[in-house]
């Protein structure tokens, strides 16, 4: 919270969203056009629809030099001393989750449940939580700069080529569940491995209640089924897109030999950071499943069972402590809970006064954005537009997916439509000709991917899932985000 201002985030139906006013507000305060904020934050949250204000804090210049520079060098420093011994706490995490995991189980005393939490496992999720936001920030800095540079020099087609590649010689975290899977059926991981390496990743990350692929037998079996079934090759698709990389970066290095040396490092910090982007999203993940195994045994010895996870914290430790207050709220919370789960998912960008429920019955609703001052958009013609997540042009039939566990019903060569995509849906990936989102940016999760397996995406549409159904044939052109629409 920002002192004499409003908080910095919120809840709308069991969803985390944050207060982004606050942050871009401080650009006018300094005489710095608002369209610059708005600009870096398009490349995350995707497209900002044109007659969108967004409201801005009257921050003075004195408020933002007192009160909000001292804040924004804070932050900084604790960046700095987190990134300086990221790498270390990186190689030494999975260890100490499954250490601690182990301990969890086998505490049968609720005061020793609670020192685990307030002593060790609350304050390493702290310092964890501190590593994803470093991690994030570095590759968020680094590729916005060089996305806009070589846009500016060579076109957004060009751009995303020779941004395709920033895996490197080895995988990004988010490539490495479908990687696994084909490393599994090749003999050079075996499952056991490949559980520990990325069991804790599925689409249900921050969803503490719900079970991670590790905890399921048959996930593993099933994903390996489909991928086999599919007849995909993912190594086929890197070295492919490697060599489409390798050919766009000859050409560019022809066309401007004096850009050349300069862009190389910046691809090369670009890549540097999108790795430890992924590794530390990947850690916090890996140490919130150990949050997870905390409540099951806060749940299990206090005798709560599954109702641990309609408590807040506080509430957990008071019942660990033997005060169950908190359980008295269980029931309301449950039917609220099931009323917020029956809802789509909500849009990226909300301003004004907003009825999810109203919201959800208007079946030409946006998923992207929701502005309660404007008149809603009614689409027209045969096309969407999006941002150009992967380069590609290919035409397809669409096949519309409201969840990854639907993944079964995707057929290699379909063209994927989901209103949003995490790491979760990667496994799905290889088998799609192409990726069409309602919500996402040039660095959503969706884009990056498909530009590594070098598959065809325009992200960010706004409402894909609406205006397609499947069946639809389409022509994806993602070097130009736009969808063009033939028939349904």
């Not at 990325?198 to 719900?210: D, V």
């Not at 919500?439 to 995406?457: D, M, N, Q």
């Amino acid at each position: 919270m920002i002192s004499g201002f409003r908080i910095m985030s919120g809840n709308i139906c069991g969803r985390a969203y944050t207060n982004i006013s606050l942050p871009v507000s401080i650009f006018p305060a300094l005489g710095i056009p608002l369209d610059i904020s708005l600009d870096k934050l398009s490349q995350t949250l995707g497209k900002i629809p044109e007659g969108m204000e967004f409201p801005v804090y009257p921050y003075s210049r004195w408020h933002v030099f007192t009160k909000i520079t001292p804040s924004i060098f804070r932050f900084a420093k604790k960046v700095k001393t987190t990134l300086e011994d990221i790498e270390q706490y990186l190689a030494d995490n999975p260890d100490w989750c499954a250490r601690m995991t182990k301990r969890i189980q086998a505490t049968s005393s609720c005061e020793e449940l609670c020192s685990i939490w307030s002593d060790e496992l609350w304050p390493y999720t702290c310092r964890s939580w501190w590593g994803l936001i470093a991690g994030g920030r570095k590759f968020g800095d680094a590729s916005y700069k060089l996305n806009k540079e070589l846009t500016k020099l060579s076109g957004t087609e060009t751009a995303n080529a020779l941004m395709s590649n920033l895996r490197g010689k080895s995988g990004l975290a988010s490539l490495g569940p479908v990687i696994g899977i084909s490393q599994v059926l090749q003999g050079t991981m075996s499952r056991e491995e490949y559980l520990k390496q990325y069991g804790h990743r599925g689409p249900h990350e921050f969803e503490l209640s719900l079970p991670h692929p590790g905890e399921d037998s048959k996930w593993l079996e099933i994903q390996i089924e489909e991928y086999e079934r599919s007849d995909t090759n993912v190594e086929q698709l890197l070295n492919r897109q490697r060599s489409q990389y390798e050919a766009a970066w000859e050409r560019f290095e022809q066309k401007y030999p004096q850009k050349a040396k300069h862009i190389k490092k910046q691809i090369a910090k670009a890549s540097e950071y999108a790795h430890l982007r992924e590794e530390t999203r990947s850690e916090f993940v890996r140490v919130y499943r150990v949050i997870r195994a905390f409540a099951l045994r806060a749940g299990e010895i206090s005798g709560a069972r599954s109702d641990v996870f309609f408590l807040y914290m506080e509430e957990v430790q008071r019942l660990l402590a033997g005060d169950g207050a908190g359980m008295k709220h269980v029931a309301a919370r449950k039917e609220t809970y099931e009323k917020y789960l029956a809802l789509p998912p909500l849009p990226t960008l909300i301003r004004g006064r907003f009825d999810p429920f109203q919201w959800a019955n208007n079946p030409e609703r946006r998923v992207d954005v929701f502005d309660a001052s404007m008149p809603p958009v009614v689409e027209e013609g045969n096309g969407l537009t999006g941002f150009a997540g992967a380069s590609g042009r290919v035409e397809g039939t669409v096949r519309v997916l409201n969840r990854p566990e639907e993944g079964n019903h995707l057929q290699s060569g379909e063209i994927l439509v989901a209103s949003t995509t995490n790491v979760g849906w990667t496994p799905l990936f290889p088998r799609a000709a192409a990726i069409i989102t309602d919500v996402g940016a040039p660095l959503s999760h969706a884009a990056i991917v498909a530009r590594e397996l070098g598959i065809p995406a325009v992200v960010g549409c706004g409402n894909a899932t609406t205006r397609l159904k499947t069946g639809d044939r389409v022509i994806v052109d993602g070097g130009h985000g736009i969808v063009q629409i033939l028939k349904g």
